[in-house]
């Protein structure tokens, strides 16, 4: 038996899902989370008999008449794969909205059960629905349910019903399968008289004590954080708090003691090994595989904590008012608001973040933000910003902060040069979002969030970033006549010889050390890779606690070792950060952008945007700081005026194209 | 004897790692340790192109 479950957006559908079926499908307090069917048989223990069952959750829909991509995969899968019942999940505390779609699914004449879902919220608000009216006006089982309740949730009550209407038919109480939907003015009609209908059953069925048209407590805190001024800088504040619990206290907490177990079983390993062992497969299992991938396990507890405070702003519905603050931004330069999403989900990772840009419809603006999405910082990046911060700025949470900005700031600069480029300027989309009510964050989804982040980096550090550092140990080991290198003399093996020549690219940059640039390179393979191989290079187990990082390493001071100044530091940083990718991100890119013109030139822009950032930052700061520029300024300067130059030349080009249409035209 | 403790013992972990990539790969991960991108994540099948 399978059951489709469907309802508008953000009505808790996945929630139910999840419930039922025991997935960990992502959810989100905001609509748009889901964009694609999912299916999973239901749990026993929520089934009377043997019946089996399977759960399809599908994307939130307001109507049948798809608008999105979403509402148009939810329309076919109801019309066309016969589920045989239709779950139809339904926000109690917006009946108003949510029953026009269940009265044009009790048409399909598929059997119907109504899920009356956050029924806890209806009564805090103090609503009261009868359900037995509302049953007997849409002629359907109705079942009050709490999705994210374990006790008693209404979950075994809704699918008793489900199975006793499977194969039943279902009469529709809103009948208009006599209207010619070729005729636009009928269907609008019909619309009308369905949308009447509706309230005429509400005004029966429910009973508030607070009108729509009252202001609520959550109306005058949305007119605060979503304000046109004030949105942004109290967005700045509490990303900046983010950070500072993440990076600066709570997380390198525990740091510390991970940190301290992994620097235990390497010296028990040591132990082990004794002195017998040839020093090539010493250094590769204790330097490589272990110094390598303990680097990187170390900051675990700074991403847990950073994801899991970012569920609980998610959850408790900011991000959504987030998306309404950057809406002003993104619409001024051509980007639709449905931009912003595919850019917050970008922030865990930014393979989904791009493959879910495939909702936005225009194409310009589809591949605008596809290309553009890979500036916030991702999950993967998290170690390399945490390492800088915490190494170079004493776990300074404006660094992280800052980064997201920087991000932010450059797809905003990127959106403005692009609709440029492309010559449609002026192009305007609107974007509709509901905002969703503000409530405790759950911490259990949070940490559910954080521990599905935990476990996808632990497997990265375990697989690809275990081989990377493995080969790069072996490439810093041996020269290129196979003999190992001499202990100091690393700059003759295969790794250095290969890295140096991008490193004399890198001068302007303030970073044209060989080891540098070899770690720059593996962060195309994954960005957490950066430090790894930086740990690899450098011999360096433990970047959590710095004071023993300087002892270890034999260095008078954390900047010596690794022979980077401050704003050097912050402009590596940011050139990993904003250059390209890495491979897997760059094939979901290549799959959305579906032009290969298009590919090259978002991996050209993000190479020549990362390149002016990194230069800007190290250039200035070098001035201010010391008062004269830094190394490599006049071919760093060239470099970045022929970017400028050509960037400059496109979007001069198109839009002289499309003045050249528009007058064509007229 | 102990040179070929540790090369068996590199070997089984790179071959573990190997070994999971691949399997990753074949369950159809676009990306190895990236959460929410198994099975094509969240999103809708292409839109196909009209002729």
């Known amino acids: 038996m399978k059951i489709a479950l469907t309802g508008n957006p953000n009505s808790g559908k996945t929630t139910l899902f999840n419930a039922l079926t025991g997935q960990v499908e992502k959810i989100g307090n905001w609509s748009g989370v889901t964009i694609d069917k999912k299916e999973a048989p239901v749990r026993k223990k929520w089934v009377a008999g043997n019946e089996e069952i399977i759960a399809v959750d599908l994307p939130g829909a307001y109507s049948m008449s798809p608008f999105t991509a979403e509402e148009t995969i939810t329309r076919d899968f109801v019309q066309q794969e016969n589920p045989d019942v239709i779950v139809n999940i339904v926000d109690a505390t917006n009946l108003s909205r949510s029953l026009f779609f269940s009265t044009q699914l009790l048409e399909l004449g598929i059997p119907v059960v109504v899920a009356l879902n956050k029924c806890d919220l209806n009564r805090k608000k103090g609503i009261s629905i009868s359900v037995e009216a509302l049953s ?24 008793e019903f489900a199975i006793l209407s499977k194969g039943k038919s279902q009469k529709a109480p809103f009948d208009s399968s006599e209207v010619d939907i070729s005729n636009k003015e009928a269907v609008e009609a019909s619309d009308k008289k369905r949308y009447e209908w509706v309230q005429g059953i509400i005004a029966e069925v429910e009973r508030r004590k607070v009108t729509a048209n009252k202001q609520t407590k959550q109306d005058a805190v949305d007119r605060v954080v979503a304000h046109k001024w004030l949105g942004f800088p109290i967005f700045a504040l509490i990303m900046w708090t983010v950070f500072s619990i993440s990076q600066s206290s709570v997380g390198p907490f525990f740091a510390d003691t991970l940190v301290g177990w992994i620097d235990g079983f390497y010296a028990w ?18 330097d ?35 998306a309404v603050v950057m809406d002003k931004f993104f619409k001024r330069v051509g980007l639709s608001g449905k931009s912003i999403i595919p850019m917050v989900i970008g922030t865990g990772c930014s393979i989904p973040g791009i493959m879910s840009t495939r909702t936005i419809k225009n194409v310009r603006q589809r591949r605008t933000t596809a290309m553009l999405t890979p500036f916030m910082p991702c999950g993967a990046k998290l170690p390399v910003i945490a390492l800088f911060a915490g190494v170079f700025f004493n776990e300074a949470a404006w660094v992280g902060t800052t980064m997201y900005f920087v991000g932010i700031f450059l797809i905003v600069t990127g959106a403005f040069i692009v609709v440029r480029i492309t010559g449609e300027r002026g192009s305007r989309a609107y974007f509709i979002m509901e905002l969703p009510e503000y409530r405790f964050p759950s911490i259990k989804r949070a940490a559910v969030e954080s521990f599905l982040q935990a476990k996808a980096f632990i497997l990265k550090a375990g697989t690809i970033i275990l081989l990377c550092n493995a080969t790069i140990q072996l490439m810093q080991t041996f020269d290129w006549n196979l003999n190992v290198v001499a202990d ?12 140096t020549p991008f490193a004399l690219l890198l001068v302007p940059l303030g970073f044209g050390a060989w080891q540098l640039a070899a770690a720059a390179i593996t962060g195309f393979i994954a960005k957490e890779n950066v430090v790894g191989t930086l740990a690899v290079v450098y011999g360096i187990t433990n970047f959590i606690n710095t004071d023993e990082l300087a002892l270890i390493s034999g260095g008078d001071s954390v900047a010596g070792i690794m022979g980077l100044t401050k704003v050097a530091a912050l402009s590596y940083l940011m050139f990993n950060l904003f250059t390209p990718p890495c491979f897997a991100a760059l094939g979901a890119m290549n799959a959305e952008l579906e032009n290969k013109k298009w590919l090259w030139g978002a991996i050209g822009f993000q190479f020549g945007m990362g390149y002016i950032v990194a230069f800007l930052t190290y250039q200035i700061g070098t001035l201010v700081t010391t008062g004269a520029l830094g190394a490599g300024f006049i071919p760093g300067m060239i470099a970045v005026l022929l970017i400028g130059g050509y960037i400059t030349y496109l979007m001069i080009k198109g839009e002289r194209l499309a003045y050249a249409k528009k007058k064509a035209l007229a | 004897m102990e040179n070929l403790i540790v090369i068996v013992i590199l070997l089984v972990i790179i071959g573990c790692a190997i070994a999971k990539i691949a399997k990753e790969k074949r369950s159809g991960a676009k990306c190895i340790g990236c959460p929410h991108t198994k099975n094509g994540c969240h999103c809708p099948s292409k839109p196909t192109k009209k002729p």
Do not use: W
């Open chain 1, 488 to 499: 100091g003399a690393q700059s003759t093996s295969i790794l250095a010889s290969l890295a």
């Open chain 1, 288 to 322: 490589g595989i272990i110094g390598g991938v303990g680097a990187v396990v170390g900051f675990l507890p700074l991403i847990i904590v950073l994801f899991f405070l970012l569920s609980l702003l998610e959850d408790c519905g900011y991000m959504a008012r987030v």
């Open chain 1, 136 to 159: 007997y006006n849409l002629g359907c089982p109705i079942i009050e349910t709490i999705a994210t309740s374990k006790g008693h949730n209404g979950l075994k009550g809704l699918l």
């Open chain 1, 269 to 286: 390993v040591e132990g082990l090994l004794g002195g017998g062992i040839a020093p090539v497969l010493r250094v590769i299992l204790l």
